[in-house]
């Protein structure tokens, strides 16, 4: 992906940037593009990255003392993310995270986003945008796994979420939903045959 494209990108995703704030943005950004299945983020290790996810989609998991892995982060296209005990405690991540599909990232030092923040509102309203959506999906999700049931939760996810269903392994929307394989592939079926 050249800089062009990355800059359209950017200039979609946040219009109130200027072609300034985004030369900027980039000027402090390392492209990645990755295959699915690579690991970005390592648990146990402490990493400031904040990925910009430009195409492709990747899961934030931790593996419980069953050895069985939970999804915690299920990130889509256009969307920000990294550790949050990392980011915000520097401490070692708790999370793995992984590119569940072929992937392209903006690639940022929290320090370096952070230098530039200070300097310029518009990025900082970036940032800030960028955390309120990461809220407002965990808090969503929360609500979900605590007062749904699992059709519910699927409905609600697909509602909101489509792009999860085209580009996420059914394993990882139902490790996600709190539900086995099985119960997605069965809830999907009872949805086509209505």
């Avoid at 910009?52 to 593996?63: N, Q």
């Avoid at 230098?115 to 509102?121: E, G």
């Avoid at 979900?144 to 929307?173: G, V, W």
């Amino acid at each position: 992906m050249n800089r062009h494209e990355q800059t359209e990108i950017i200039k979609n995703s946040f219009p109130f940037l200027t072609d300034d704030d985004v030369v900027q943005i980039l000027d402090i950004a390392e492209y990645r593009a990755c295959k699915h299945r690579t690991v970005l983020i390592k648990s146990k290790e402490i990493n400031n990255t904040i990925f910009f996810i430009m195409e492709g989609m990747i899961r934030g998991y931790f593996i419980n003392d069953k050895g069985i892995e939970k999804n915690i982060f299920l990130r889509p296209e256009r969307t920000l993310s990294g550790d949050p005990n990392s980011l915000f405690e520097q401490k070692e991540a708790k999370f793995t995270f992984e590119a569940i599909t072929d992937s392209k990232f903006l690639c940022f030092q929290q320090s370096d986003l952070q230098a530039l923040m200070s300097r310029n509102p518009r990025i900082m309203k970036l940032y800030m945008a960028g955390l309120q959506e990461n809220i407002q999906t965990m808090v969503m999700r929360i609500e979900s796994l605590i007062d749904r049931m699992p059709e519910q939760r699927y409905d609600e996810l697909l509602s909101k979420h489509p792009q999860f269903f085209q580009k996420a392994y059914h394993k990882h929307i139902a490790n996600y939903l709190g539900i086995t394989s099985v119960s997605l592939s069965r809830i999907i079926k009872r949805k086509l045959q209505k």
